[in-house]
């Protein structure tokens, strides 16, 4: 095992994920947000495999996501949230791509696009209902809707706005964004609506037409209490070098830490450079053998040190196995020792693990771009 640590990423829990956002949201459906490549995981290996656990709708942000995700989707459409770019629009029609118009200069340009080329061309609306982010403010509603001309060159699929509280369920923003939303709704008629990301849909009141879910998916906690998503991704590293040192003696980069007692030192190959959070440095945990220990001195570029003087001699051993994300230590308690969200811990991820993917026996994923491009 030449890399530092091994990523393993279950996709039969990430289908699993998926069926259960379904169940929850129904009869809403569930389209998958796989922007910055996937969470992290990988934007295709996640839209194929939604896809063939019935996923009909992909997210991404940015134009140059959708252009290199769509080539592995087949006929799935992929919509980019983050909108269109000035001098983008040549590309995002040629691509197939679907951008989400999130002001009228975007839909303006779009439009132009669309006259340009001779014909309709798909597109979502969003609107702001008070996150003041993306979308088209209350004052760009009205001068989209007083030109039905520019609204008649684009095939609408969806009217979306975003939440800004929606992993708390109990605070009352979201209701005032809901109520903007359906305010908004009822001057686009026949258009179909989403407004709810992951936990939006674990609120409790219904889901419009499509949920855009993201973390939920890869395991992350939507909504305040309990988890009821299946972990998707599990790091394990090894123990690269064994040290039992004595009392008094600094350990790491300025010596932050300092022994109190006779210290075993275990170095683990992972750093800040692979996503593993600095500020986890005397603060953070990784398990052996199911046991907690903790990270002592500063977090390195490449290595981190753990404080092993409490774990069994037989768990100890250059190679030995060390949880970083599994079963006793989940994305949300790391990031939660690191002050940020899973989401953070997930995108950043570093591309130097070996990377294992567990397959979702009985799913079948669309044809690879190589697959396709050989004649029948
Ligand atoms: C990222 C994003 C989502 C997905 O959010 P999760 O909280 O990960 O479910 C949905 N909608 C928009 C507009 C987003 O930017």
């Not at 289908?15 to 949201?25: E, I, K, P, S």
């Not at 009205?142 to 969806?158: C, K, T």
Request: one cysteine or more; charged letters at 20%; aromatic letters at 6%.
């Amino acid at each position: 095992m030449a890399a530092g640590a091994r990523l393993t990423i279950d996709l039969a829990a990430l289908a699993a994920n998926y069926r259960t956002l379904c169940a929850q949201v129904a009869p809403a459906r569930v389209g998958g947000v796989v922007k910055a490549d996937g969470y992290g995981l990988g934007a295709a290996l996640v839209a194929r495999t939604l896809i063939a656990a019935g996923c009909e709708h992909l997210f991404v942000a940015l134009q140059g996501e959708a252009e290199a995700l769509i080539p592995h989707v087949g006929p799935v459409p992929v919509y980019i949230l983050n909108g269109l770019l000035p001098g983008g629009e040549e590309a995002c029609a040629q691509a197939g791509a679907i951008p989400v118009l999130n002001s009228l200069d975007q839909a303006r340009r779009w439009g132009a696009e669309a006259e340009r080329l001779g014909r309709r061309l798909p597109a979502v609306l969003q609107v702001d209902t008070g996150m003041s982010r993306m979308g088209l403010p209350p004052e760009e509603i009205d001068a989209l809707l007083a030109r039905p001309e520019l609204l008649a060159r684009f095939d609408m699929r969806w009217l979306i706005s975003h939440l800004a509280c929606g992993d708390d369920p109990a605070d009352p923003a979201n209701g005032a964004q809901e109520a903007r939303f359906r305010a908004i709704a009822a001057r686009f008629p026949d258009v179909p609506l989403a407004l709810d990301n992951s936990g939006g849909a674990f609120q409790s009141r219904g889901h419009f037409n499509l949920v855009r879910a993201g973390i939920a998916l890869y395991g992350g906690t939507p909504s305040t209490g309990p988890n009821p998503m299946r972990a998707v991704v599990a790091l394990e590293a090894r123990i690269a070098q064994l040290r039992t040192i004595p009392a008094g003696t600094g350990v790491g980069y300025g010596l932050t830490f300092q022994t109190t007692r006779e210290t075993r030192i275990a170095t683990i190959p992972v750093g800040y450079a692979d996503g593993w959070p600095r500020c986890l440095g005397n603060r953070g945990s990784a398990f052996i053998a199911g046991t907690r220990v903790p990270v002592v001195g500063r977090v390195s570029m490449d290595s981190i040190t753990l404080d092993v003087t409490d774990i069994a001699p037989e768990h100890l051993y250059p190679g030995a196995p060390v949880e970083l994300i599994g079963p006793h230590q989940t994305i949300d308690a790391v990031a939660a020792d690191a002050g940020t969200i899973s989401y953070e811990i997930l995108t950043q991820l570093s591309r130097r693990y070996e990377r294992v993917v567990l397959p979702a026996p009985g799913l079948t994923s669309p044809p690879t771009p190589e697959q396709r491009s050989i004649p029948a």
